[in-house]
T-cell receptor
Framework: EAGVAQSPRYKIIEKRQSVAFWCNPISGHATLYWYQQILGQGPKLLIQ????????DSQLPKDRFSAERLKGVDSTLKIQPAKLEDSAVYLC??????????????FGPGTRLTVT | AQSVTQLGSHVSVSEGALVLLRCNYS??????LFWYVQYPNQGLQLLLKYTSAATLVKGINGFEAEFKKSETSFHLTKPSAHMSDAAEYFC?????????FGAGTTVTVRA
């Protein structure tokens, strides 16, 4: 079974530039998550999709971050314009369904973003 | 609301020694609890999970954890450390659908 795919693996940009990350979840997984992991911290949920609808985006900085999941499969996360504090690893995860975490989340390798 | 506190950001053990990673949680409703491992430049991998069945949970790679409601703890142990256990470990809790992670504990294994 193929795992969660993410690209690019690494990205370096200057502040005020824009960047986009791509995620392809495990086939058949209805729920997709984007997490931000700042160095020395645990992952923080940015947004959760159920199929192509948003379940939770309460911690997504909507003035600069956007995400979409067209057709309920692949997803992109965009930052525009980037700030220095956006330097982090962006993790994508997927699960069959959601609900009290009883459905295991499978994580991709992440995209390490450095903003200079 | 739910949260997790991992005691100790770094743990160093000798190869063959006991590994003990501490996790305390807070949750207003009965929680599900998880331990994940993250190797360098990789995503998170589930080690084990507690979902209100047996309080002693066995996971992969010889790890196990015990849910203690009275102590609101879910400590992770492995009887004998191996060099391949060097990684970062995260405890996580959920009471609904959202996972809340601790800050992580980095484990180094000395030969």
């Amino acid at each position: 079974e193929a795992g969660v795919a993410q690209s690019p693996r690494y990205k370096i940009i200057e502040k005020r530039q824009s960047v986009a990350f791509w995620c392809n979840p495990i086939s058949g997984h209805a729920t997709l998550y984007w997490y931000q992991q700042i160095l020395g911290q645990g992952p923080k949920l940015l947004i959760q999709f159920q199929n192509n609808g948003v379940v939770d985006d309460s911690q997504l900085p909507k003035d600069r971050f956007s995400a979409e999941r067209l057709k309920g499969v692949d997803s992109t996360l965009k930052i525009q314009p980037a700030k220095l504090e956006d330097s982090a690893v962006y993790l994508c995860a997927s699960s069959l369904l959601s609900g009290k975490g009883s459905y295991e989340q499978y994580f991709g390798p992440g995209t390490r973003l450095t903003v200079t | 609301a739910q949260s997790v506190t991992q005691l100790g950001s770094h743990v160093s053990v000798s190869e063959g020694a006991l590994v003990l990673l501490r996790c305390n949680y807070s949750s207003s409703v009965p929680p599900y609890l998880f331990w994940y491992v993250q190797y360098p430049n990789q995503g998170l991998q589930l080690l084990l999970k507690y979902t209100s069945a047996a309080t002693l949970v066995k996971g992969i790679n010889g790890f196990e954890a015990e849910f203690k409601k009275s102590e609101t703890s879910f400590h992770l142990t492995k009887p004998s450390a191996h060099m391949s256990d060097a990684a970062e470990y995260f405890c996580a809790v959920t009471a609904d659908y959202k996972l809340s992670f601790g800050a992580g504990t980095t484990v180094t294994v000395r030969a």
